[in-house]
Nanobody
Framework: QVQLVESGGGLVQAGGSLRLSCAAS????????MGWYRQAPGKHRELVAA???????NYEDSVKGRFTISRDNAKNTVYLQMNSLKPEDTAVYYC?????????????????????WGQGTQVTVSS
């Protein structure tokens, strides 16, 4: 019913920039918090940045001042602008969103909130 499609990953040299995008589609009633996580080989998935529906943001300490998360509510899209990239930023980056969907069941509209994940996009930073 709901899909998150990411784009924008790739290979970049240290000090370079990339911009990730994640577009949500499907039976969306509203989108609450959205965020980006990353998982490097042999490590746990970690939160990189998050943004609420009111555009309040928070960042993992190592990316503060280098990464910027933003969202376009009209396009159901969240972005992650990554500047001054470092080799330790290399990971698969995943989009995450808490989305409320609406389904008509009989004569009733049923709202459900679930957490959704994108398929992941590889970011590789060479030294």
């Amino acid at each position: 019913q709901v899909q998150l499609v990411e784009s924008g990953g790739g290979l970049v040299q240290a000090g370079g920039s990339l911009r990730l995008s994640c577009a949500a589609s499907g039976s969306i009633f509203s989108i609450n918090a959205m965020g980006w996580y990353r998982q490097a080989p042999g490590k746990h998935r970690e939160l990189v940045a998050a943004i609420t529906s009111g555009s309040t943001t928070n960042y993992e300490d190592s990316v503060k001042g280098r990464f910027t998360i933003s969202r376009d509510n009209a396009k159901n899209t969240v972005y992650l602008q990554m500047n001054s990239l470092k080799p330790e930023d290399t990971a698969v980056y995943y989009c995450n969103a808490r989305i409320t969907t609406r389904q008509t069941v009989g004569v009733m509209d049923v709202l459900r909130q679930n957490e959704y994940w994108g398929q992941g996009t590889q970011v590789t930073v060479s030294s």
